[in-house]
């Protein structure tokens, strides 16, 4: 079996010779494989029952809008596709009561999808776009198996559902009055003083949701959801701009508020969705072509077998090369002797009115990474904007002068009026040329090349996170300055993003600054780690770097948490509270350790 899908956006047949057409075997043997159609209005259907996958018609494409795919054998009958020659689905995971179920995989392979069609606002259509969707078919479809009773359940009215959004922008935008009163509205549990207490949100009370920051709003979101009276909770992406103590408080409070309830969580931190879901299902497949659901496992071994990049069970080769987590107690930079340093500031302090910075003097050196830590609200972004020129400090220096900089802020907005190839050509000219390592390994690897033709103005969150750290990337500057930069991008793209930011800062001999929540992400580049505390809201206090090693700690430190290292894959996993390691590591100041540990000894 095989699937053809069209990127009807890219599509262009009147600026084309319809190759496609022109040169497919089929048509030229006398049937017919690919053709014009009134249904997609002029532009052509392939018929995948025909189509014998050659992929002439995918090189032939002068927009690349063509992707045809010959599916593994176990992928079965489709449970959704958008549109003829459009994304499918294939599979949905199997949850039961009292169970959190996580799902992991590439952006783009039907995760809030699923999401969707559990929650009751998307009727499947079992792969025939062009046919009316029933719940009356998808409950016969059902019938004899595990996933009847909850559709039979979810149709009737029986279960009620509470879907929690993935874009926390788009409920700030619809979103009035304080917090406060946006709680008790929904507060049907009357247990909003237990969840204020459990997502630490006594001091956003009485705030405007107009003046909340993304992970107030993120929280307010959470809270939200779990008030309401259901029988099915669904959470897409909750961690996003949430800091790392921040995300395992929304955990604890997810774990506490839905017991025995249907629970499924989509998430791309590996942390979190290891502490919080019980079992795990993986999406593999290809962006925006098709997605298929795994079977079940435990989180731990799902998880380990997404890294690997292989799933057992289904004996699939999900991704080619693994995603290694190595701990580095140094930088190799500090095994080079004369390395300059190329950014220097001073003790920094900022009165911002209600909030007061105060940063220790430092430097940063030529082909250098330094990530930033701390909890939300502490002064990375302000210090970010210190760095680039945005704002000056009142009193001290950061010492720029003669340097380019290029800066990827942490709130992104759709400003720019033109197309993602505009886009990224008026950045940097030869930035989209094929031959270019950056172009195979960052526009093309971050599925930027799909959406060349697409307004910025029109692109999803994701999808403009993915072009605005792309375009960052592309300049040739002696600073770079990232805030933020993994929000909205899953697992792999994460990794593709790290790459690419070591190798050109290297290559370069320039300077990157990244503020981040994702641990893996610094553990991946950063040679040295500043940490910032204080009272959020009101002061913050930024160190001179750190080496990784002292920078990790004293993050850790501060919010009270310990991380182990996973015996298969080395990947950082945290501590029950209170559990034996967790006391050992803390008597041992090792907060984080570089010890692999097995899941016997941490148990």
Same mark, same amino acid.
């Given at each position: 079996m095989r699937i053809a899908v069209i990127n009807y956006d890219n599509c262009k047949p009147d600026r084309c010779a319809l190759e496609c057409v022109r040169f497919c075997p089929i048509n030229r043997s006398g049937s017919k494989a690919i053709e014009l159609s009134d249904t997609v209005k002029g532009k052509p259907v392939i018929y995948e029952e025909t189509c014998i996958g050659c992929g002439i018609c995918v090189r032939k494409c002068p927009y690349e809008a063509i992707e045809i795919v010959n599916l593994p054998d176990e992928a079965g009958e489709p449970i959704h596709r958008y549109k003829v020659n459009g994304f499918a689905l294939f599979g949905l995971p199997i949850i039961k009561r009292g169970v959190v179920v996580g799902l992991l995989g590439k952006n783009s392979t039907g995760k809030s999808t699923i999401l969707r069609i559990l929650a009751g606002e998307l009727i499947?259509?079992?792969?025939?776009?062009?046919?009316?969707?029933s719940k009356e078919k998808v409950l016969e479809k059902f019938r004899g198996k595990e996933m009847y009773d909850y559709f039979n359940k979810l149709y009737s009215g029986e279960l009620k559902v509470v879907h929690k959004i993935q874009y926390v922008e788009a409920a700030g935008r619809y979103l009035k009055g304080t917090v406060r009163?946006?709680?008790?509205?929904?507060?049907?549990?009357?247990?909003?003083?237990?969840?204020?207490?459990l997502l630490n949100m006594k001091n956003i009370l009485d705030k405007n949701v107009k003046d909340l920051s993304g992970g107030e709003l993120q929280k307010l979101l959470v809270a939200a959801s779990v008030l309401r009276?259901?029988?099915?909770?669904?959470?897409?992406?909750?961690?996003?701009?949430?800091?790392?103590?921040?995300?395992?408080?929304?955990?604890?409070?997810?774990?506490?508020?839905?017991?025995?309830?249907?629970?499924?969580?989509?998430?791309?931190?590996?942390?979190?969705?290891?502490?919080?879901?019980?079992?795990?299902?993986?999406?593999?497949?290809?962006s925006s072509v098709y997605g298929r659901v795994s079977k079940a496992y435990s989180s731990r071994?799902?998880?380990?077998?997404?890294?690997?990049?292989?799933?057992?069970?289904?004996? *699939? #080769?999900?991704?080619? &090369? $693994?995603?290694?987590?190595?701990?580095?107690?140094?930088?190799?930079?500090?095994?080079?002797?004369? +390395?300059?340093?190329?950014?220097?500031?001073?003790?920094?302090?900022?009165?911002?009115?209600?909030?007061?910075?105060?940063?220790?003097?430092?430097?940063?050196?030529?082909?250098?990474?330094?990530?930033?830590?701390?909890?939300?609200?502490?002064?990375?972004?302000?210090?970010?904007?210190?760095?680039?020129?945005?704002?000056?400090?009142?009193?001290?220096?950061?010492?720029?002068?003669?340097?380019?900089?290029?800066?990827?802020?942490?709130?992104?907005?759709?400003?720019?009026?033109?197309? *993602? #190839?505009?886009?990224? &050509? $008026?950045?940097?000219?030869?930035?989209?040329?094929?031959?270019?390592?950056?172009?195979?390994?960052? +526009?093309?690897?971050?599925?930027l090349h799909r959406?060349?033709?697409?307004?910025?103005?029109?692109?999803?969150g994701g999808e403009l996170q993915k072009l605005y750290i792309t375009g960052a990337l592309a300049k040739d500057a002696d600073v770079y300055v990232l805030d933020e930069p993994s929000?909205?991008?899953?697992?792999?793209?994460?990794?593709?993003?790290?790459?690419?930011?070591?190798?050109?800062?290297r290559e370069r001999k320039s300077i990157c600054f990244v503020v981040e929540h994702d641990l893996a992400i610094h553990n991946y580049i950063a040679d040295r780690i500043m940490v910032f505390k204080g009272v959020p809201g009101l002061e913050g206090h930024g160190t001179t770097p750190l080496s990784l090693r002292s920078g990790m700690n004293e993050f850790l430190r501060l919010m009270d948490?310990?991380?182990?290292?996973?015996?298969?894959?080395?990947?950082?996993?945290?501590?029950?509270?209170?559990?034996?390691?967790?006391?050992?590591?803390?008597?041992?100041?090792?907060?984080?350790?570089?010890?692999?540990?097995?899941?016997?000894?941490?148990?």
């Open positions: 499947p259509n079992f792969g025939e776009p062009q046919s009316q969707p009163e946006l709680l008790q509205k929904v507060d049907e549990r009357r247990k909003l003083d237990e969840v204020k207490d009276e259901a029988d099915v909770y669904l959470f897409d992406e909750p961690a996003s701009y949430l800091d790392v103590a921040e995300r395992l408080n929304m955990a604890r409070t997810v774990k506490e508020m839905t017991k025995n309830r249907y629970v499924v969580v989509v998430e791309h931190d590996l942390i979190v969705l290891d502490y919080l879901s019980d079992q795990l299902n993986v999406l593999y497949g290809q071994v799902g998880i380990n077998n997404f890294l690997r990049g292989y799933l057992p069970a289904e004996n *699939v #080769q999900i991704r080619k &090369e $693994e995603i290694k987590f190595e701990f580095r107690d140094m930088s190799e930079l500090d095994l080079l002797k004369n +390395v300059k340093e190329k950014v220097v500031w001073s003790h920094i302090r900022k009165d911002l009115g209600g909030f007061k910075l105060e940063v220790e003097e430092g430097a940063a050196r030529e082909g250098e990474i330094i990530g930033v830590l701390g909890p939300n609200g502490i002064g990375k972004t302000t210090f970010a904007r210190i760095l680039v020129g945005e704002i000056q400090p009142d009193e001290g220096f950061v010492n720029t002068v003669g340097l380019t900089l290029s800066y990827k802020p942490q709130k992104i907005l759709p400003e720019y009026d033109g197309t *993602v #190839q505009q886009y990224l &050509e $008026e950045v940097r000219k030869d930035a989209l040329s094929s031959t270019s390592w950056f172009y195979t390994e960052v +526009v093309r690897r971050l599925n959406i060349l033709e697409s307004k910025v103005t029109d692109l999803s929000s909205y991008l899953d697992v792999e793209e994460r990794y593709v993003v790290a790459k690419a930011i070591k190798k050109i800062i948490l310990t991380f182990r290292r996973d015996g298969e894959t080395g990947r950082p996993r945290v501590n029950k509270p209170g559990s034996y390691l967790d006391r050992v590591q803390k008597e041992l100041g090792e907060y984080f350790s570089t010890r692999v540990v097995k899941e016997a000894e941490a148990e």
